[in-house]
């Protein structure tokens, strides 16, 4: 629509993703990272009283990789996982070209997923290394050790962020790059199984999209390392075309569905 008809076009759905955990039997927000108090409230009547229209919960991942099927990488691809590497660590699964679930709606919970860290010597849940937050800290801890990266002037002038080491990873900053590429060799231990356990035909890796080269890299690497030969050659781990506003779309998208 254009001009006053957009104005004047009513709402008649409302679609939300958050960064985590979502029961769509209950319509609650049961895990959430970053703000954990909003499993206490039941976000999905306010919305629906404050509003007075139908509202979808979805987590980020299953709304993304919704929009990636519709207008995205996956377009025309039934069988594909969409990863996000973000704040949390989660996964959209299309299964038969359907976004699938599971019975609750916690199916994608990759994150808590065990992997084998070496440095530590023990199963590590793969968000605890992988995530946005755990990337900066586990570089931290490496700056204690070599100092001749840039990131050291950062972190001398009060900090950075994830956004920071990626920007120096395009810099052609070493420690920036090794950072993201054992990130993305964390994240194919969990992937490989998976590959192997549901013969995918493609993984398209989200979050934010500057990161996606180097994480697409080294987790396809990672990968044909793991996976057993026949799954990998089936399988391409590719960059998610959408920008970071993909969640936002898929959200929008799957709240349309619902309410048809």
């Known amino acids: 629509m254009m001009g006053d008809q957009a104005a004047t076009a009513p709402v008649l759905a409302i679609g939300v993703a958050f960064p985590g955990l979502v029961n769509q039997d209950t319509r609650r927000v049961i895990e959430i990272s970053q703000l954990p108090g909003l499993a206490e409230i039941d976000l999905h009547r306010e919305f629906t009283q404050t509003f007075g229209v139908p509202a979808h919960f979805e987590n980020n ?10 207008a995205g990488v996956a377009r025309g691809v039934n069988d594909w996982l969409y990863l996000h590497i973000g704040a949390n660590i989660s996964a959209g699964l299309v299964i038969n070209g359907r976004l699938r679930r599971g019975k609750s709606g916690l199916a994608g919970a990759i994150g808590n997923m065990n992997v084998y860290v070496e440095h530590p010597g023990s199963l590590t849940p793969l968000q605890s290394i992988a995530s946005a937050e755990n990337v900066v800290r586990r570089t931290r801890e490496r700056l204690e050790k070599d100092r001749t990266s840039s990131l ?3 972190g001398a002038m009060g900090g950075f962020n994830y956004d920071d080491i990626i920007t120096q990873a ?8 090794l950072m993201l590429s054992r990130t993305g060799t964390y994240i194919a231990m969990a992937i490989a199984d998976v590959i192997n356990l549901l013969n995918l035909a493609m993984v398209a890796i989200g979050g934010a999209p500057a990161a996606r080269p180097f994480l697409a890299a080294s987790i396809a690497e990672g990968v044909r ?8 050659s089936d399988c391409r781990v590719v ?4 920008e970071v506003e993909a969640s936002v779309i898929g959200a929008a998208l799957l709240a349309a569905e619902v309410r048809g």
């Open 239 to 242: 960059a998610a075309e959408l």
């Open 225 to 232: 390392e793991r996976a057993f030969t026949a799954a990998i």
């Open 170 to 177: 395009h810099a052609g900053d070493e420690l920036a790059r």
């Open 61 to 70: 991942a299953n709304a993304a990789a919704f929009a990636e099927m519709v």
């Open 152 to 154: 050291s002037k950062l």
